[in-house]
């Protein structure tokens, strides 16, 4: 039993960290991300602009974190790729194309994915994939 828990510790420890680090100093962070609803997805995709969504739940120590990063690319790329965040808990709900796990930036455009980001929470590595999308 000793060396189970010894085996789990460094598991544990770093959902903590995570947990820590999304959540931010002093509780819980407010995001800037607009919520995508069905009829939001339905107005983007008839415009056949490409759009970049945050799949994440709020539980979720590691989307949060992706969250917070993305949080603060949203001005800079506001005009070029807009950037909206989807509740992973509602994903059978979505009328647009599902991702396969959360903590996953789908670029979809005419109602498709074109490419995906999963489980980054690194703001250069975020932006170096949106960029990918912005210059086309």
């Known amino acids: 039993m ?4 010894l085996k789990l510790l460094p598991f544990l ?3 903590l960290v995570m947990a820590i680090y999304a959540m931010g100093s002093g509780g819980k962070y407010n995001f800037t991300i607009p919520t995508l609803d069905n009829q939001g997805y339905q107005e983007v995709k008839k415009s ?3 759009i970049a969504v945050a799949f994440n739940a709020t539980w979720c120590p590691s989307c949060m974190a992706q969250h917070k ?20 808990d509602e994903i059978d709900s979505f009328e647009g194309p599902k991702v396969k796990q959360r903590t996953t930036i789908a670029i979809i ?3 498709k994915i074109i490419d995906e980001l999963i489980g980054e929470t690194r703001k250069d590595k975020i932006a170096n994939f949106l960029d990918k999308h912005t210059s086309k």
């Open 48 to 50: 056949g602009k490409s």
């Open 69 to 88: 990063a993305l949080d603060s690319l949203v001005p800079q790329y506001k005009a070029k790729l807009p950037i909206y965040a989807y509740d992973w």
């Open 13 to 15: 420890l770093i959902f």
């Open 2 to 5: 000793k060396n189970r828990i």
């Open 109 to 111: 455009k005419n109602d």
